[in-house]
């Protein structure tokens, strides 16, 4: 039976804030986050004024920065000037510096023109507002990554094509604009683009493509560091992230992340319909070679009947590979009284493909069922994972789905989801509680940490080989014990009772 974790045991830095509690307009959405080189980091929203059009809202795109702890180092700033915006996408460097990029537009076109700014670690501008396209684009068609010593990498559409640019790291255009690829069906659908950087410059391009409203299907395409096609280019063009895309096995929302400069992975949500906004069944991930090439086969990361997606743009969002592991957050759905609503969740996993924590929240309000939290987006350094997403708790309810507030959370990578752990290979660790001890056996050294039941760290100590722990100083009550070796991790529940 599936069981979702709705506390999130381990290193919470910082727990639940508004990123800005004095909304001018009252409805923040569509965000975005970014972690500097220093530990500082920077999340940008549309601040939007609600209309009857749930596709689109008129607004303005403002970006604050906060310190590695959750202090706000700056005052929200407004990056628009003559013109409603939407879609802010941030992409940090590893010189300290931000880009966000965003879409431009006049009142009455869904498009516009794409703008760009770049900011240094404390968020002071280091250029000015600079148009990068000027031609009608599709607001959903955009993304962007930063290139491994420094510069940019922004996708976007024009009408039916989608486009690759590089940038300096002062917004300069470096080459000429790529055609990534170009749609030539009769009455396609198609979108959620996604993009990463290899540490060597190579651009991966994925997006979902439905040629004749029967199916969806995910498709890439890898742009060299010189901006010429790896896979040869043509009008329908493009690499298959997998062949299986028959009716009852949809799959849209693709994420890119390069593991190293010979291997990047694919994720995405998998539909077991295809009703619009029915729910999928997991999040699945695939390997390819920097050729495009794959080198694994699918491989089911989360199994999760309640795993969704709403009309947002990114219910499931992937941050880079660091160290080896990464954080995944995405929606979850639930059929309400009249109307569906959800929630937002994360698990931490590894290069090896396996998931090395359970399912956590990390929203930290006990929701009712009319709350709607949705549009994760997260991002992590070496210490700290940052987590962001929009939640009407706030705000009355009967607004829904308009008036959202921009959340925050800040944990560092010691969480454990205790009562959902995921499917590992066998454990090398033994770990046995019982009342008022624990008894465990590992290959080496390890380290034990022990919890208490609201998600305090209360100690940590190193263990090797047999032997067991007593608990003599701590007072009654739940505790959760985690043992990590170098390859492994072992979760008990203790009891303490004096």
């Known amino acids: 039976m599936f069981t979702l974790v709705l506390l999130l045991f381990g290193g919470v830095i910082t727990d639940d804030f508004l990123v800005e509690p004095d909304s001018v307009k009252g409805h923040q959405i569509s965000s975005s986050v970014a972690i500097l080189p220093n530990g500082n980091f920077a999340v940008a929203w549309k601040d939007s004024i609600p209309t009857d059009n749930k596709w689109f809202s008129y607004g303005d795109v403002y970006i604050r920065f906060f310190d590695k702890n959750g202090e706000a180092i700056t005052a929200s700033r407004r990056l628009n000037y003559d013109s409603v915006a939407s879609r802010p996408l941030l992409a940090a460097d590893e010189n300290g510096r931000v880009l966000c990029l965003w879409c431009a537009s006049n009142e009455n076109t869904f498009g516009g023109s794409l703008a760009a700014q770049v900011f240094d670690s404390i968020g002071q501008p280091v250029t000015e507002r600079t148009l990068i396209v000027r031609d009608s684009i599709g607001t959903e068609y955009t993304e962007c990554a930063a290139i491994p010593g420094g510069g940019y990498w922004i996708v976007f559409s ?7 640019q590089r940038l300096d790291s002062m917004c300069n255009p470096v080459r000429e604009r790529v055609k990534v690829w170009n749609c030539t069906a009769e009455h396609p659908v198609w979108g959620n683009v996604s993009t990463g950087v290899s540490p060597d410059g190579a651009a991966v391009v994925a997006w979902f493509y439905n040629p004749s409203y029967s199916y969806w299907f995910n498709c890439f395409q890898i742009v060299d560091s010189s901006n010429n ?3 040869p280019s043509g009008p329908d063009t493009f690499r298959l992230v997998s062949e299986d895309h028959v009716l009852n096995k ?21 539909y077991p319909r295809i009703e619009v906004n029915s729910m999928i069944n997991g999040i699945q991930v695939k390997l390819f070679d920097s050729m495009g090439d794959s080198i694994s086969e699918v491989h089911t990361l989360l199994d999760d009947p309640h795993a969704a997606t709403t009309y947002k743009h990114d219910p499931l969002v992937v941050t880079p590979v660091i160290g080896g592991r990464y954080a995944v957050a995405y929606e979850r759905g639930f059929d309400g009284p009249g109307f569906r609503y959800y929630r937002i969740a994360g698990f931490l996993a590894d ?7 359970g399912i956590f929240r990390f929203a930290s309000s006990e929701p009712h069922y009319e709350q709607q939290e949705t549009s994760p987006c997260v ?8 987590w962001v997403w929009e939640d ?63 998600g305090r760290r209360v100690l940590s100590e190193s263990i090797t080989g047999k032997g067991e722990w007593l608990p003599q100083a701590l007072p009654s009550g739940v505790y959760f014990a985690r043992i990590v070796a170098e390859t492994d991790n072992a979760v008990s529940k203790l009891v303490i009772l004096r």
């Open 392 to 454: 009407n708790s706030r705000i009355r309810i009967d607004t829904f789905p308009y008036y959202t507030d921009i959340h925050c959370t800040i944990t560092d990578w010691d969480m454990v989801g205790v009562d959902d752990q995921p499917t590992l290979l066998p454990s090398t660790i033994e770990l046995n509680a019982a009342l008022n001890q624990l008894a465990y056996e590992v290959q080496g050294e390890a380290m034990l940490t022990v919890y208490s039941s609201d």
């Open 379 to 386: 991002d992590a350094d070496s210490e700290r994972v940052v």
């Open 158 to 164: 024009i009408g039916e094509t989608l486009w690759g």
């Open 250 to 270: 949809l799959h849209r929302q693709t994420r890119i992340r390069w593991l190293d400069e010979d291997r990047f992975a694919v994720f995405w949500l998998k």
């Open 229 to 231: 096609l790896v896979i």
């Open 351 to 357: 290069t090896s493909l396996q998931r090395t924590t």
